[in-house]
């Protein structure tokens, strides 16, 4: 079974500032996907920004960035330039060829004004 | 347009009432799932849909039954629910469901309360 760690259940941060979250994770796959997943107050579920685990190279979707350590099984996201509206819970998740997607337990963000 | 819309956006409900949750994509997607979040909890898997056949039923209690009439189309019936179902129930669609690639997008969900 692939469990997904998230150890930091709360996190603040300064607008404008920078913000990382980590995510850990357990499998013995070597090809899967990660996911960070954003779900704000209004409840939606976003995707945020994936991870192919065949990739070196770390994703990056404008001031969202990953540090994935395949070796470690870490899969980190930062956060840069944090805004009002980063405000949200945020879900690692895990995937390999199947239908599942195996979340943490999430990590809130809050954003001091 | 990335776009899963669910309704009713509300729903209290007594435990013995029928009821139903919609779910609705027009991205050509072929798998649509079920999942039940508690607050501050993730989401947790009930149902799969692929090509409108279920393949995945996540041990759930038979008072929930789901129902895919086509592709677009995910449905929830709920009869003879108990107070701890009261949680949000999130409806989610990815063009199908063999390939890890493919990314689930999510509907704003159904906040159910069951009284």
């Known amino acids: 079974a692939q469990t997904v760690t998230q150890s930091q259940p709360e996190m603040s941060v300064q607008e404008a500032e920078t913000v990382t979250l980590s995510c850990t994770y357990d499998t013995s796959e070597s090809d899967y996907y990660l996911f960070w997943y954003k779900q704000p107050p209004s409840r939606q579920m976003i995707l945020v920004i994936r991870?192919?685990?065949?990739?070196?190279q770390n994703a990056t979707e404008n001031r969202f960035s990953v540090n994935f350590q395949k070796a470690a099984k870490s899969f980190s996201l930062k956060i840069s330039d944090s805004q009002l509206g980063d405000a949200a819970m945020y879900f690692c998740?895990?995937?390999?060829?199947?239908?599942?997607?195996?979340f943490g337990a999430g990590t809130t963000v809050t954003v001091r004004a | 347009d990335t776009e899963v819309t669910q309704t009713p956006k509300h729903l209290v409900m007594g435990m013995t009432n029928k009821k139903s949750l919609k779910c609705e994509q027009h991205?050509?997607?072929?798998?649509m799932y079920w999942y039940k979040q508690k607050a501050k909890k993730p989401p947790e898997l009930m149902f799969v849909?692929?090509?409108?056949?279920?393949?995945i039923n996540e041990s759930v209690p038979s008072r929930f039954s789901p129902e895919c009439p086509n592709s677009s189309l995910l449905n929830l019936h709920l009869h003879a629910l108990q107070p701890e179902d009261s949680a949000l129930y999130l409806c989610?669609?990815?063009?199908?469901?063999?390939?890890?690639?493919?990314?689930?997008?999510f509907g704003p969900g159904t906040r159910l309360l069951v009284l």
């Open positions: 991205m050509g997607h072929r798998a």
């Open positions: 991870q192919e685990a065949y990739k070196q």
């Open positions: 998740a895990y995937r390999r060829g199947d239908y599942k997607l195996s």
């Open positions: 989610a669609s990815s063009p199908a469901t063999s390939d890890a690639t493919e990314t689930q997008y």
């Open positions: 849909y692929s090509y409108e056949k279920l393949s």
